[in-house]
């Protein structure tokens, strides 16, 4: 007999979502096409406190939108972490702007004020702060440090649904938050995203650019400019608002699953899990466990030995001047010789199992398999 793998993630899906699926499935036509959409975006927005929220395909096509409607192109330059998924960063790409990859705080694995002002040039002009596997980036000292260059602050919320800083949501905290809905994180639509925002002017250019550069209302098929088409589907704002409703009970079992890993593994020397900065909640979407040098394989060995005890993890995100897709450009080479932390932390952190649905017996099983690792 097997045991079953314990997933990396996953989402937790209950009578509701289902409801409500089914509803907008049979129903959220014709007249009531946006139905869900309405009732989803002013929901997000009242749990965010802006005035804005736009339904996406993905989170990845909100930083696109962005950008866009920021203007931003060739020639300018735009800071994004060295360490996060490529999608924080393959928008500035698409527009035609240059990504420059800022070094990581050693405690929250964000981008901050100081390694942030290491990379600024008279061509930048925006910055993607990255709430990296749930914990928030330090607004205060990264938007006074913005206020002071002229800089548009896009937060990639993406994993961070649920966290707070200082007292307000994740995704209020800059210009623009965006988030994803993918089958992996926290709050899921199957795929999907959002882009929140306070700036009207902002979000109607987003609105006329994500529609085919169509205005508002239109129904004359009548367009302005080459743009493009970012619109989520029905079904999915109806699961994206049984989700949002549920969103106290993702966050305590989130919360409920860390504490859990805390309990076994804090008392371990040289392993630490994720931080949670004073002032700060941690929505822990991935449960991150970083080794002192030497404790353990490097990650890839590390990964091959938990999946041979039926365990699937993540590797902690590959800096984006370490992988192929950019590794070549001259910001990558500056960057992998100036970023040190997260050159020094990538090949020793991992992404344990954090779906929603994981039980204690898992964290033991997991636990019990890095240990035995660890001890081998
Ligand atoms: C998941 C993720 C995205 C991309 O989300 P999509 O919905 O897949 O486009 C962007 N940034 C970060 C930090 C992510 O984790």
Redesign the pocket.
């Known amino acids: 007999m097997t045991t079953p793998r314990i997933p990396i993630a996953g989402p937790w899906i209950t009578q509701r979502e289902i409801d409500y699926v089914a509803d907008a499935t049979a129903n959220a036509w014709y007249g009531s096409a946006n139905l869900y959409h309405d009732k989803f975006e002013r929901a997000f927005a009242g749990h965010l406190g802006v005035r804005h929220a736009m339904a996406l395909p993905?989170?990845?096509?909100g930083l696109h939108l962005a950008l866009a409607a920021r203007g931003i192109g060739p020639g300018d330059e735009v800071i994004v972490p060295d360490i996060?998924?490529i999608?924080?960063c393959a928008p500035i790409t698409y527009v035609g702007a240059t990504p420059v990859f800022a070094d990581v705080d050693p405690d929250t694995w964000c981008i901050s004020a100081s390694s942030i002002e290491k990379c600024l040039t008279p061509r930048t002009r925006a910055l993607i702060p990255?709430d990296l596997y749930g914990h928030p980036a330090d607004y205060d000292s990264i938007n006074e440090l913005a206020r002071a260059h002229d800089l548009f602050v896009i937060e990639?919320a993406?994993?961070a649904v649920g966290a707070t800083y200082r007292g307000r949501p994740a995704g209020s905290l800059a210009h623009v938050g965006v988030f994803?809905?993918?089958g992996s994180?926290t709050l899921t639509t199957g795929?999907?995203?959002l882009l929140a925002t306070d700036d009207s002017a902002l979000y109607e250019r987003a609105a006329f650019l994500r529609d085919h550069g169509r205005k508002p209302g239109d129904v004359f098929f009548f367009n302005h400019e080459v743009a493009f088409k970012y619109k989520m589907s029905s079904m999915q704002a109806a699961l994206g608002l049984a989700q949002l409703e549920r969103l106290d009970e993702l966050m305590t079992r989130k919360r409920q699953i860390f504490a859990w890993y805390r309990e076994r593994l804090s008392g371990i020397s040289g392993l630490s899990l994720n931080y949670q900065a004073p002032g700060t909640t941690n929505a822990y979407w991935m449960i991150t466990v970083l080794w002192e040098p030497g404790l353990l394989p490097d990650k890839r060995k590390t990964m091959e030995l938990l999946a041979e005890r039926g365990i699937d993890t993540r590797p902690f995100f590959h800096p984006l001047s370490a992988i192929p897709a950019y590794a070549g450009s001259v910001e990558a080479q500056r960057a992998v010789r100036e970023n040190t932390v997260a050159h020094s932390l990538t090949n020793r952190a991992l992404n344990l199992p954090s779906a929603l649905t994981l039980e204690e017996a898992h964290v033991d099983r997991v636990c019990d398999a890095l240990l035995a690792v660890l001890r081998s």
């Open positions: 993905s989170c990845t096509s996060t998924w999608a924080s990255v990639d993406a994993e994803s809905f993918h994180k795929e999907g995203g």
